[in-house]
């Protein structure tokens, strides 16, 4: 969304320009009738696009009416078919998947289901060093153990060589995965559903899915095909849904759009997840003190780090193990090694982020993106040191961590720059070893010696136009007082939930308040007062906020009239709910 040039925006400590989002008043009203919605609720839907055509979908998906036919997507009969062969024969199944939470996810969910058929199933997450994707040593393994199917979970579309080592061992892979294909082949797998193959329409439902979600739609139609075969005639059917809170929990934490399949599986996932039925989940919100219903933040944010800490700094597998745990004493031992992993990632993330600072204020900032690298970082948390620095400098991110003469690398990035499409078209020249991502997200590996061409790469692809104006200006959904801030506003915005990628949670002005108390956290985290002149208070708290401008002014300027920029959130404390803001950035009265 590019400002209108009459528009009025704010100049922030953080050198944003800010401006306040303008919807179709029309259209918001017609919201606001139809639906029976409050007059805010109705404004921000209106200001994201969504028509009245669009609006029960958005506001009440159901699995019945929304969910997309899996056979829809190319080679799912082929895959499910040849699945539900193995599982009427009762042969061991070999899965391999990524290190990541929807990796997890993925593995933890399609080895559950299987293991409901009675069959032994064989798993492989790769640590790092491993590489991301198939092993062609897992494939040989796999067959020596008596499989003859070898599903790849959130990897594989690329990974020419272990496919066809697996395929000449004579092993059927089936490949259910969503990263971006080679632009001029496909792997030699037996089948391959990838809502994101060049043959697959554009305009797909399932084009954005998460390779979780992929999962679950492969789950689906496995499970229709054995019910086709007669496989229940004798053992009750399986519940499918109780799987939809690892389909929410990948589909949040692989950032994918909130949108569409994915809003209907998360919604249906967090539901699902209130009950309490996967153990690991549970044991996860026990460890760190969940008290309410976790939402989408808590997956993405709580969660979510602890589950790729062991793919970060640890045995890659913890992580699957939990989510598909049967035992409420392992959950809990699994939950405490993870916990103990994220400790230790963030003590790492910490020393390489301070080092990546330091180095990009020493070279300073000449192109519309940023490059750290260093010898020997860790590789588990670059992609998290990325990400802490496109969010501090607001440009896209390309760490580096050098090791021998093989650089592993991470990216993040901001809206104009796909990265995934970058990273594919850098292996196709040559210049990349390897690598895959999504437009925010990529992570890749090249030779030290390829370290000039890449930049130069980078120099030539990336154009500072393409950061013009949502490169530095962001969007308030709406300006309120302080007083406005009440469990009316906050049930409002509860229908716009969950948020995420494409569907962020909605972004207040608070004006006219000044700091009235401040606290110094761990972490560099600032917890805070806000009060208004007629004696309104609010709590509300800085993440990672210490020597920045708006530590600073928290610090320093009590009683001093600003504009205070977050999102609104309810929060246990005491074990009572109250409501906090969370600060993004303050405007100067």
């Not at 993440?543 to 530590?551: E, K, Y």
Request: glycine share 8%; net charge neutral; proline share 5%.
């Amino acid at each position: 969304m590019n400002t209108p040039e009459n528009e009025k925006t704010y100049q922030s400590l953080r050198q944003i320009q800010w401006a306040v989002k303008s919807g179709n008043t029309s259209v918001a009203e017609a919201l606001r009738q139809r639906f029976n919605l409050p007059e805010i609720t109705a404004r921000i839907m209106a200001t994201r696009q969504i028509t009245c055509d669009d609006a029960e979908a958005f506001l009440y998906p159901t699995l019945k009416r929304n969910l997309p036919n899996p056979f829809s997507l190319k080679d799912m009969h082929k895959a499910a078919e040849r699945m539900a062969q193995a599982v009427l024969a009762g042969e061991p199944v070999g899965l391999m998947g990524d290190y990541d939470v929807d990796g997890a996810t993925s593995t933890a969910l399609l080895k559950m289901f299987l293991e409901s058929c009675g069959i032994q199933v064989f798993c492989f997450i790769p640590d790092r060093e491993d590489g991301y994707g198939p092993n062609s040593n897992k494939m040989k393994e796999y067959k020596e153990k008596g499989c003859s199917v070898v599903a790849t979970l959130d990897c594989g579309t690329t990974a020419f060589e272990a496919i066809a080592d697996g395929e000449a061992l004579g092993l059927d892979v089936l490949v259910l995965d969503h990263h971006d294909p080679d632009a001029t082949r496909l792997p030699n797998a037996y089948a391959l559903v990838n809502p994101k193959r060049l043959d697959e329409e554009i305009n797909h439902p399932c084009r954005y899915l998460a390779a979780v979600g992929v999962v679950f739609l492969f789950t689906i139609a496995l499970n229709a095909v054995l019910r086709e075969k007669g496989f229940y005639q004798s053992r009750p059917e399986p519940n499918l849904m109780i799987y939809l809170d690892l389909v929410a929990f990948g589909t949040v934490c692989d950032v994918v759009k909130l949108s569409g399949v994915n809003r209907l599986f998360v919604k249906s996932g967090l539901k699902q997840m209130r009950t309490g039925q996967n153990l690991g989940i549970k044991a996860l919100a026990e460890l760190v003190q969940i008290k309410e219903a976790p939402d989408s933040y808590h997956l993405g944010y709580v969660f979510g780090p602890r589950i790729n800490a062991c793919g970060r700094v640890g045995k890659s597998d913890i992580g699957m193990h939990l989510l598909s745990a049967k035992d409420s004493v392992q959950a809990h031992i699994l939950a405490q090694e993870l916990e103990a992993l994220n400790n230790t990632r963030r003590e790492i993330e910490s020393a390489v982020l301070q080092e990546a600072v330091q180095q990009v204020e020493k070279n300073g900032i000449h192109t519309p993106f940023i490059v750290v690298e260093g010898h020997n970082w860790h590789q588990g948390v670059v992609g998290i040191v990325a990400g802490r620095l496109k969010d501090k400098y607001n440009l896209p991110v390309f760490a580096l961590s050098i090791e021998n003469d093989e650089v592993k690398g991470s990216s993040r990035s901001v809206q104009g720059v796909d990265l995934g499409a970058l990273v594919m078209n850098a292996i196709q020249k040559g210049i990349l070893s390897r690598g895959g991502g999504h437009p925010m997200a990529a992570g890749f590996s090249l030779k030290e010696s390829n370290l000039p061409a890449f930049k130069k790469y980078l120099s030539e692809t990336i154009q500072s136009e393409m950061l013009v104006s949502d490169g530095q200006k962001q969007y308030i959904d709406a300006v309120i007082s302080l007083s406005g801030v009440t469990d009316t506003l906050m049930d409002s915005l509860a229908l716009l939930a969950p948020f995420g990628e494409s569907n962020p949670e909605p972004i207040f002005m608070i004006k006219n308040v000044s700091v009235v108390r401040t606290m110094l956290l761990k972490n560099g985290h600032i917890s805070f007062t806000i009060s208004a002149p007629d004696g309104t208070c609010l709590n509300a708290i800085a993440f990672r906020s210490m020597n920045t401008p708006v530590g600073d002014f928290l610090l320093n300027q009590r009683n001093t009239p600003m504009c205070a920029v977050g999102v609104l959130k309810r929060e246990f404390w005491r074990d009572k709910k109250r409501m906090q803001l969370q600060l993004i950035d303050i405007i100067p009265a």
